[in-house]
């Protein structure tokens, strides 16, 4: 007998799309236009994604539809693009309290949308394109209100909560399973060239507001608390907080960033009163 293939997790996930969608358009029909034209219309998840990233990054100077060209270049040429959205998409269904459908972050969420618009800046960049993946941050940056450059390394399974105000340096390494809030910097301390920006580990949850500078390791399953200022790094399952931060407590759950305890700093604290 031969062996059975597994399902393409990429056709699965369009599928869901795509079924979850039509039953929409049956509960509100004034959208049918825009979910038949955005996802319906469409064969494969990464055709409706270049479509639906082409059109809200559109303008005067580069248009839609050679954007949605590139973004088809990119998805054909690397698939590992594809399969990082489906997990960024299983990522916010099942961590955000707000999204009740897969479709949902696909069509209306802009942290996904600016997230999958980085990895084609990304893959631009890789492939020696520098001044293409630059105009890309430049457009992801003024559509989305998410400033990551081009040459940062994202992993799978990303979310980012609201994103609004996200800034992610060059040199940012940022591993699978991450749960980031709006606010954040992963950003350098000041003119220095080369290696500059923190490499965040996986499983790890910063909350909003927090600015992690410098070329510092944030350890695998770590937590750094809405409003810190990360100067130093942090060993794997810590939690930091403070203006400097400072190591508080150890993180109780397994990975932070699929719990999503925002209030684990004022556990911490009734822990240490006691």
Not at 41 to 53: C, M, P, Y
Not at 62 to 86: G, K, N, T
Not at 89 to 109: G, H, T, W
Not at 111 to 132: D, E, I, M, P
Request: contains cysteine; proline residues 4%.
């Amino acid at each position: 007998m031969e062996a059975l293939q597994k399902p393409n997790k990429t056709a699965m996930v369009w599928q869901q799309i795509r079924t979850e969608v039509a039953q929409q358009i049956q509960q509100e029909p004034i959208l049918a236009g825009f979910l038949r034209a955005t996802v319906l219309n469409h064969t494969s998840l990464e055709s409706a994604l270049s479509f639906h990233l082409a059109n809200k990054l559109d303008n005067p100077a580069l248009p839609s539809q050679p954007i949605r060209e590139i973004m088809h270049e990119a998805l054909e040429a690397d698939p590992q693009i594809a399969a990082a959205a489906c997990a960024d998409l299983s990522a916010v269904e099942q961590r955000d309290s707000a999204c009740n459908a897969i479709y949902q972050p696909f069509l209306f969420f802009k942290g996904f949308h600016a997230l999958q618009a980085h990895r084609v800046a990304h893959w631009l960049w890789t492939q020696q394109r520098q001044s293409l993946a630059l105009f890309l941050q430049y457009r992801i940056s003024v559509v989305f209100g998410v400033d990551i450059h081009p040459a940062a390394q994202i992993g799978l399974g990303i979310l980012l909560d609201h994103a609004t105000a996200i800034v992610i340096g060059q040199t940012a390494v940022v591993e699978d399973n991450v749960s980031i809030m709006q606010s954040v910097t992963l950003g350098g301390t000041g003119k220095d060239c080369g290696d500059r920006h923190p490499k965040v580990r996986r499983g790890v949850l910063i909350g909003a507001g927090a600015k992690i500078l410098g070329n510092i390791e944030i350890g695998h399953c770590a937590q750094i608390a809405s409003g810190s200022v990360v100067l130093k790094s942090v060993p794997a399952q810590q939690l930091a907080a403070g203006v400097p931060a400072q190591i508080v407590g150890k993180v109780r759950c397994a990975e932070p960033a699929l719990s999503m305890n925002q209030a684990a700093l004022a556990q911490v604290k009734r822990r240490l009163s006691k």
